[in-house]
């Protein structure tokens, strides 16, 4: 049984990347896999503030308390990393940033990560607003030497239910289904 990590970085409550992340979860086979979803704004994760005290430590604890423990205990077992988020001036939001900033703890050679999938919305209607956040992410697989198992984009979704009947809800449960 292959154990799938979800963070869900909006801030925006059953919004457009809520949506396209529960399409994703539907195709996903749940007596094939295990899923653990977090949600970044249910949690509370400070930012990193390079003191490097994870690295001198023989376990790799961060010198900050609070809830990124979790996350380090469930990312520990996981074989795939999904990432659903929105982007805001051309990036993900702050509180998943926090997150993302804070695997940089060497803890992260324990994980037996695989696979690597990003979902993302915005409300622009050009695709380039997602060049940082895919160079980010292309960045990502190279450096952990991981597998692409997807990366979607959704364009034109501003406001709460904007997302409903887009065509990308199918394609994210293909997405789920192919794992």
């Known amino acids: 049984m292959a154990k799938i990590v979800m963070l869900v970085g909006s801030p925006r409550k059953h919004g457009n990347t809520d949506t396209l992340a529960h399409a994703f979860l539907e195709g996903i086979d749940q007596k094939k896999n295990s899923i653990a979803v977090i949600s970044i704004p249910d ?17 790799h604890r961060c010198a900050l308390q609070d809830d990124m423990q979790q996350i380090y205990q469930e990312l520990s077992a996981a074989e795939v990393l999904v990432v659903a988020t929105p982007i805001y001036f051309y990036g993900i939001p702050s509180q998943l940033k926090a997150v993302i900033d804070r695997l940089h703890n060497p803890i992260r050679g324990t994980f037996r990560l695989k ?35 997807g990366c979607l984009t959704v364009t034109g979704v501003s406001e709460k239910g904007d997302i409903a009947g887009n065509p990308a809800l199918e394609e994210a449960r293909r997405l789920g289904v192919s794992l």
């Open 43 to 59: 949690i509370k994760v400070k930012g990193c503030v390079g003191c490097n005290y994870c690295y001198r430590d023989a376990e």
């Open 115 to 149: 696979k690597l999938v990003l979902l993302a919305v915005c409300a622009d209607e050009t695709q380039e607003v997602f060049d940082s956040v895919k160079a980010m992410y292309r960045s990502t697989l190279r450096y952990f030497s991981l597998e692409n198992a």
